[in-house]
């Protein structure tokens, strides 16, 4: 599956590299959805869950739940952020891509502050040290 994305990536940069640059955000949400949605399986652990046990080692049934419910928000998410790159390569202006970069950090740290909230009785760690710990482990594979 790898190959075929590397594949989809690299052809539209070598035959039209002008629309590539076009194209990149969707192909980026488009993966990113297809591995949110793909953990969502029977059998698979959540992408949320396992990044939030990462740092907790084990997870409550209360933080199971929520973790699995927040991988579908992401999920969600990037389907959305998807239709919107396509469109936005279609008809919008290059700069229009940036606001799906807002909304996901918008996403990213609205839910750290929700989840703090939500959840006083938890320890909660930085969201810089959720992205360092992602970064490290590879934890979107």
């Known amino acids: 599956m790898r190959v075929v994305f590397l594949l989809l990536l690299l052809l539209p940069a070598v035959f039209w590299p002008r629309g590539f640059y076009s194209i990149l955000p969707l192909l980026i949400h488009v993966a990113l959805g297809w591995v949110f949605f793909r953990s969502l ?31 579908w928000i992401w999920a969600a998410m990037f389907v959305l952020l998807a239709v919107l790159s396509l469109y936005l390569a279609l008809a919008g202006p290059a700069a229009g891509f940036a606001l799906s970069y807002v909304l996901v950090a918008l996403l990213f740290f609205g839910e750290h502050v929700y989840r703090r909230l939500r959840y006083p009785h938890y320890k909660h760690t930085s969201p810089w040290h959720v992205i360092r710990r992602i970064c490290e482990t590879g934890a979107l594979r």
């Open 41 to 71: 399986r029977d059998g698979r652990e959540p992408v949320i869950s396992r990044i939030a046990r990462l740092d907790r080692g084990t997870l409550t049934r209360e933080l199971e739940l929520y973790t699995r419910r927040l991988t």
